[in-house]
């Protein structure tokens, strides 16, 4: 296959959602490469039992690969260092929470990979980053996420400003069938929350250190409000693209 996939996920939504999650993809694409990232908790020791039940479970699953944070780590760091572990130059991106229909006619997969055939770059599924396609090539042309966020939310709307700025286009979104998005409030506890599960920390920093609302020129993108940046980006894994050019020279 032509793709990857990466899950986030973290203990309380082991065994309701990432569990059936797993399952229902390898009833889809058995082969397919799947790299799981498991946060570690915010202000609380990583949970042993999660921790045993979470490798013996895919243990038992082909071609599954995990990589586990044991403090806690932002969304946008889990999301680069997934996207940058997969094999594959395309990357499905998922949500934990996510439901997927198996057995069907044409289903999930079928579309996404009839898109994919004419599609190599970056797209949202549904309108939504809980479920979207991101292409290497895109992520280090426009910049990876930023790490800066160091909770949950906001990441998303950022990096959909950036790559307007860069490529001087939307990110597209497509719709596809039989993928439901549950979204879960079930969340970490030790971190401040802003609006549901996002962390006020990112919300802040988005909104009050790297934008300002402007009435003329800027861009709104996933923002609520027209906005120009004002702190600059900082370069976040400035050797990936030498190792693209070099890694066949090893």
């Known amino acids: ?28 694409r058995p082969g397919i490469e799947i790299i799981v990232m498991a946060n570690g908790a915010c202000r609380a020791d990583f949970n042993e039992n ?10 038992t699953q082909q071609n599954c690969f995990l990589t586990v944070f044991p403090t806690f780590q932002s969304l946008a760091k889990m999301w680069n260092r997934g996207i940058l572990t997969a094999s594959s130059e395309q990357v499905l991106v998922l949500n934990d929470d996510l439901h997927i229909a198996t057995g069907l006619e044409n289903g999930f997969f079928d579309q996404l990979e009839a ?3 004419n599609n190599a770059g970056t797209f949202k599924i549904n309108g939504s980053f809980s479920h979207f396609v991101i292409s290497k090539r895109d992520l280090i042309e426009v910049g990876f996420f ?18 307007h700025e860069k490529l001087e286009r939307e990110i597209p979104s497509i719709n596809l069938s039989h993928i439901d998005n549950v ?4 969340a970490d506890s030790g971190y401040t929350k802003g609006i549901r599960t996002a962390a006020k920390f990112n919300r ?12 003329i020129g800027g861009y709104r993108g996933m923002f609520d409000k027209r906005v120009k940046k004002q702190t600059p980006d900082e370069k976040q894994y400035p ?12």
């Open 115 to 117: 898109t994919l055939a």
């Open 1 to 28: 296959m032509n793709y990857s996939v990466v899950i986030t996920t973290f203990d309380k939504r082991f065994h309701e959602f990432l569990i059936p999650l797993v399952k229902s993809i390898k009833i889809e």
């Open 239 to 250: 050797y990936e693209v030498f190792y693209r050019e070099n890694k066949d020279k090893v």
């Open 183 to 186: 979204c879960s409030d079930i």
């Open 50 to 59: 999660y921790r045993q039940e979470l490798l013996s479970f895919l243990a």
């Open 204 to 215: 802040d920093y988005i909104k009050y250190k790297k934008y300002k609302e402007v009435l």
């Open 146 to 163: 930023d790490e800066r966020l160091l909770g949950l939310g906001e990441e998303d709307g950022d990096f959909y400003w950036r790559y």
